[in-house]
């Protein structure tokens, strides 16, 4: 699996997420943790970075549409 870090903008593109704060927000829900905290080239704020892998992985692991998680 590559070392390939995202930011949050990044990964709320990936899952369709309207907004960083949504998608990490959604990733916290889903037990991703960040990788890092770097800082920003552009602003210089120290934001999360989370490994692409887990991204995926996570996206793919949650229930579909529709499903009844409280009947399990």
Same mark, same amino acid.
Do not use: F, H, I, N
């Given at each position: 699996?590559? #070392?390939?870090?995202?930011?949050?903008?990044? *990964? *709320?593109? %990936?899952?369709? *997420?309207?907004? !960083? #704060?949504?998608? $990490? $927000?959604?990733?916290?829900?889903? =037990?991703?943790?960040?990788?890092? %905290? +770097? !800082? #920003? !080239?552009?602003? =210089?704020?120290?934001?999360? $970075? %989370?490994? +692409?892998? #887990?991204?995926?992985?996570?996206?793919? +692991?949650? !229930? =579909? $549409? =529709? *499903?009844?998680?409280?009947? +399990?």
């Amino acid at each position: 699996m590559s #070392d390939e870090l995202w930011t949050a903008a990044q *990964a *709320a593109d %990936y899952l369709g *997420a309207a907004t !960083p #704060d949504s998608a $990490r $927000r959604t990733l916290s829900r889903w =037990g991703v943790k960040a990788a890092e %905290y +770097a !800082p #920003d !080239p552009d602003s =210089g704020r120290v934001t999360a $970075r %989370y490994r +692409a892998g #887990d991204v995926r992985t996570a996206k793919a +692991a949650r !229930p =579909g $549409r =529709g *499903a009844r998680t409280d009947l +399990a």
